[in-house]
């Protein structure tokens, strides 16, 4: 595959989806049981914000960059999403002050306590390089250089009934929404406990509302907590534009993830959006 996270870095998309991790994670780990974090599609793990890559796209900018502008230096964001928003800035303002976002598998690393367990799959070779190097040292940690669809079937359920798993593809394969078609309600099947967190990009507004309202109906036999969706939009659709809109999916989110989403997305949209942006936060399956 050719995509290349490096390009997009800390962009909108990424805050979105790395706020609500953060969030997730500090919401399971209120109880003290084990828990595990899987991490299909892992990245490299970090990325160098004054490389050639970064540089040419400056989408960081507009996303981190601004949020942590925004929310710590000029109090921009309401108080209540501003303290739900600040152990994800805590955690990428120290790589940030050296040219580096962390991706979702560092991220989470910052988080998981002791008794935890990471496993990163990452099939490209120099991606899956660099991931070992970042996740490097830490015992709690294991990258593998695998296929995320095989990883998804391979590591659930993990010996932890708790625990988290991310996936988050390239979506360069048209044949993407089809294979999470087949693969999240069959580890929804395999594991009901766990929670399930998918990455969406936006552009067809219709198509994606049908995939999401599709997922729901496959995974609402196993999905005792329901599944919910969050949408971050940070311009008006235009045809030939960047990408302005982008989702989340989750399914057995964590108990009160719908409530700190509500106060949190509207802040973001507000921030990010400089007066643009929308947001959604709805249940696609209410829990039971």
Not at 252 to 271: K, S, T, W
């Amino acid at each position: 595959m050719n995509y290349a996270h490096d390009f997009h870095a800390g962009n909108f998309a990424d805050v979105l989806k790395h706020v609500v991790l953060v969030r997730a994670l500090l919401l399971l780990a209120r109880k003290d049981a084990p828990l595990r974090f899987i991490d299909t599609h892992a990245g490299a793990g970090v990325y160098d914000l004054a490389g050639e890559r970064a540089e040419k796209t400056q989408e960081w900018r507009a996303g981190v960059g601004k949020l942590l502008d925004g929310a710590l230096t000029r109090d921009a964001m309401e108080p209540v999403a501003r303290a739900l928003v600040k152990p994800y800035l805590e955690i990428v303002a120290g790589p940030l002050g050296e040219a580096r976002y962390p991706g979702s598998p560092r991220i989470a690393a910052a988080l998981l306590r002791p008794q935890d367990r990471l496993v990163a799959c990452e099939l490209h070779p120099d991606a899956f390089a660099r991931l070992k190097a970042a996740l490097a040292g830490d015992s709690r940690a294991r990258p593998v250089e695998l296929d995320g669809y095989l990883g998804l079937k391979a590591f659930t359920p993990p010996p932890e009934r708790r625990g988290l798993v991310l996936i988050d593809p390239p979506f360069e394969d048209r044949e993407e929404f089809a294979r999470l078609s087949r693969a999240l309600p069959a580890a929804v099947r395999k594991w009901p406990t766990g929670v399930f967190m998918l990455w969406l990009p936006v552009k067809d507004p219709r198509a994606a509302q049908d995939f999401a309202r599709g997922l729901g109906e496959a995974t609402a036999p196993h999905a005792g907590r329901g599944a919910l969706r969050l949408d971050l939009e940070v311009a008006p659709p235009a045809p030939d534009a960047p990408l302005a809109r982008t989702a989340l999916i989750l399914v057995n989110p964590p108990f009160g993830l719908f409530e700190e989403a509500q106060a949190i997305l509207p802040e973001l949209a507000r921030v990010l959006g400089r007066g643009r942006g929308a947001h959604l936060v709805e249940w696609i399956v209410q829990p039971r």
